[in-house]
């Protein structure tokens, strides 16, 4: 290929690409722009939030573009995170979102508090925060559903979160490193039911599965071979008792810490059927 055409298909790649969504105060009538505009990556977004950063760095972080918003006498902080993929911006949605409160359907997700919104859409993450005390909520959820219809990609939930059992389940969440404690998996779903823990991690290729799956046998030593996706092993281990782990493809998965009057490998195999 001659530089003129490798050019032409770069710049034809590049109109394609989808745009990197801008913050911008006018969304929502009223509003302007006070200061100038932040720009963060991760070699220097300690400089923004300090204690927060690493909070934002183990799910992925890339940038961040924000602006500051104001109203007469309120202000709101904008805020626009790319994370690496979608599963990372899902992730830091769902460890700093609250629990006790709804969440709505707003791109991928999002949450509407008083002083705060969120919504994940893609791999972006989206924040707008009131610095005045009192209740923002209606103009925080317009500045929500404006901000994400700028955000190309996708407003389903990541695959993985429909294979995880619904029944009994107390929480679901991304774990950005060493899910259940082990560094050998190094991120993935987990999901707390009240008779186990479910998980799946993806890996970069059926063979980097199935060479972590060699040093996970290696690691616990005393395992039982057991018919599950394209191999699986089970055993019982002091600190994550009862479990099954299993790969299928690119996916390793399974259950820890099973209850008595659960089976282990029963529940490893409906996991494993689940996975696409």
């Not at 202000?75 to 993929?85: A, G, P």
């Not at 709804?102 to 925060?129: F, H, L, N």
């Not at 901000?147 to 991304?174: H, N």
């Not at 996970?216 to 191999?231: I, K, S, W, Y």
Request: with cysteine.
């Amino acid at each position: 290929m001659s530089h003129g055409t490798l050019a032409a298909a770069l710049l034809a790649a590049a109109a394609l690409a989808p745009a990197q969504p801008v913050p911008d105060c006018k969304v929502v009538p009223g509003w302007e722009q006070k200061g100038p505009a932040r720009a963060y990556t991760a070699d220097d977004l300690f400089e923004y939030m300090d204690g927060n950063a690493e909070g934002y760095l183990i799910y992925g972080f890339r940038k961040m573009n924000g602006l500051t918003c104001a109203k007469g006498e309120v202000e709101f902080l904008m805020d626009i995170s790319e994370m690496v993929d979608a599963d990372s911006a899902y992730g830091i949605f769902t460890a700093n979102r609250d629990p006790k409160r709804p969440v709505e359907s707003i791109g991928m997700a999002a949450q509407i508090q008083p002083r705060r919104a969120t919504v994940v859409k893609d791999r972006y993450y989206v924040e707008v925060a009131a610095n005045q005390e009192g209740d923002h909520t209606a103009e925080l959820k317009a500045f929500a559903t404006a901000l994400e219809k700028r955000i190309s990609g996708r407003t389903t939930l990541p695959d993985a979160i429909s294979w995880f059992p619904r029944e009994k389940q107390q929480s679901l969440r991304m774990v950005p490193e060493s899910v259940l404690g082990l560094r050998l998996l190094k991120r993935g779903y987990m999901g707390q039911y009240d008779y186990g823990k479910a998980f799946l991690v993806r890996e970069t290729s059926p063979e980097a599965a199935a060479a972590v799956m060699e040093k996970l046998r290696a690691r616990f030593g005393n395992t039982h071979p057991a018919q599950v996706g394209d191999e699986a092993f089970q055993l019982s281990e002091k600190y994550l008792g009862r479990m099954c782990f299993f790969r299928k493809g690119q996916y390793l998965g399974g259950w820890a810490n099973v209850a008595e009057g659960q089976d282990p490998l029963a529940l490893a195999a409906a996991l494993s059927s689940k996975v696409k």
